[in-house]
């Protein structure tokens, strides 16, 4: 439970500094990136296996490179359940902060929040 709301508060940060550095994705604020994060780590773990396991042939002819795709739509998807407090542009905007915030997530959570874990 503790690493869920350690991974939800990561992705908050990194989905507020996303807005800020992308114009076409909008959050109404930090409730509202909070709130985001919260149904994007449900989506990940409710609709991203089943995603995963229909484009498999896909994912494995592009070598994992289809998971960015589907990080994607898991991105757009929280967008369309936020309705105006969460708003991205298009799908290549989704696609690229999906793989701004997978990338990010990944160094935080080897960085800092593992060694710390280990402590």
Avoid: C
Avoid at 14 to 39: E, H, K, N, P, V
Avoid at 72 to 93: K, P, Q, R, S, V
């Amino acid at each position: 439970m503790i690493n869920w709301l350690i991974g939800v508060f990561v992705n908050t940060v990194l989905l507020m500094a996303i807005d800020g550095y992308f114009d076409s994705i909008q959050f109404s604020g930090i409730g509202a990136a909070f709130i985001a994060s919260m149904i994007l780590s449900i989506l990940n773990i409710v609709v991203r296996p089943v995603l995963i396991l229909l484009t498999l042939p896909v994912t494995i002819l592009t070598l994992g490179l289809f998971l960015f795709v589907i990080n994607a739509i898991t991105l757009l998807m929280t967008a369309a359940l936020m309705g105006n407090a969460f708003e991205i542009d298009g799908f290549g905007t989704a696609l690229l902060a999906s793989i701004v915030l997978s990338f990010f997530h990944l160094l935080v959570q080897k960085a800092i929040i593992e060694p710390l874990l280990q402590k």
